[in-house]
């Protein structure tokens, strides 16, 4: 299991890894986050009007901008790899990410769930990244520099904004139900890369 600071994260790294060594399943694990990039970009889009913080605003745009670049990146590179993206329909529990982002109103909670968000799939990457090729892992790179950044950009808005212990456990809670539904989808999506 792949831990990060009381985060499930990743149960079955092992045979995550196992599974993702063919090219043609790890191009399934980037249609898979295609869509999710996208879904993410559209329903974080929708939420910058209620992003009162200009700070948090800019950072929100950053985030949902490269969330769409790292979209086509990681399509093109699944089409290349025999895959069609654009094909892809996430498990019942997929869907349930969305709809959970797509229930919070406030901005706070919002970025708590990116960060639980983000956490996790930091982690996929790190998997993604050892058993890709060279050219998979080029992409994985980039990707996995912008996540670090938008990390630091959320990092930084809970060091100032979840000052109070209530505040504190709040977004411990919300990365931890971003994480543990994440954790369960893993399990879900190894048997489609599998397939």
């Known amino acids: 299991m792949v831990k990060v600071a009381n985060l499930l994260t990743i149960r079955n790294p092992e045979k995550l890894r196992e599974v993702l060594s ?13 869509y999710g990039m996208l879904a993410w970009v559209d329903l974080f889009g929708g939420k910058l009007k209620s992003i009162k913080n200009l700070e948090m605003k800019i950072a929100a745009t950053r985030i949902i901008a490269d969330n769409a ?13 025999g895959e069609s993206p654009e094909t892809y329909k996430p498990p019942e ?12 109103n406030d901005p706070f909670d919002e970025f708590a769930y990116a960060w639980g968000s983000l956490l996790h ?23 996995q520099k912008d996540v670090k ?12 904004n979840a000052m109070t212990s209530e505040r504190k456990e709040r977004a411990d809670e919300i990365k ?16 489609f890369y599998a397939a």
């Open 121 to 143: 799939f930091s982690s996929l990457l790190e998997i993604y990244h050892s058993v890709a090729d060279s050219k998979s892992r080029g992409v994985i790179e980039e990707v």
């Open 93 to 104: 529990i997929g869907q349930r990410i969305y709809d959970i982002l797509e229930s919070y």
């Open 69 to 81: 670049k790292h979209a086509k990146l990681l399509s093109d590179r699944a089409k290349e790899l």
């Open 22 to 34: 063919d090219p043609k399943r790890l191009a399934r694990a980037f249609s898979r986050h295609t």
């Open 176 to 191: 931890m139900i971003a994480d543990k539904i994440y954790t369960d989808r893993e399990d879900v999506e190894l048997n």
């Open 149 to 160: 950044e938008h990390l630091k950009m959320l990092e930084k808005y809970f060091e100032v």
